[in-house]
């Protein structure tokens, strides 16, 4: 299930890039992750940087976004 956020902002990163800074659903940037195990190992994602303390589900695949899905 997709989520989406509330806002979103852009920033560079040591690239030069710019980098979008998206809120989860609880108010809070999200951080960068990659995932660990399964099908998906090593692919990289956004999420709420508290998930295991809070209800909040924000996911969001970080090359979803590189593809210009809107944020």
Same mark, same amino acid.
């Not at 809120?23 to 099908?39: A, F, H, L, Y």
């Given at each position: 299930?997709?989520?989406?956020? $509330? +806002?979103?902002? $852009?920033?560079?990163? $040591?690239?030069?890039? %710019?980098?979008?800074? !998206?809120?989860?659903?609880? +108010?809070?940037? &999200? &951080? @960068?992750? #990659?995932?660990?195990?399964?099908?998906?190992?090593?692919?990289?994602?956004?999420?709420? @940087?508290?998930?295991?303390? #809070?209800?909040? %589900?924000?996911?969001?695949? !970080?090359?979803? !976004?590189?593809? +210009?899905?809107? &944020?």
């Amino acid at each position: 299930m997709r989520q989406h956020s $509330s +806002g979103s902002s $852009s920033s560079s990163n $040591s690239r030069g890039v %710019a980098d979008p800074v !998206i809120k989860c659903n609880c +108010g809070r940037n &999200v &951080v @960068p992750r #990659t995932v660990k195990k399964g099908v998906n190992v090593g692919r990289k994602f956004y999420g709420c @940087p508290f998930w295991l303390d #809070t209800q909040c %589900a924000m996911f969001r695949w !970080i090359s979803d !976004i590189n593809d +210009g899905e809107d &944020v």
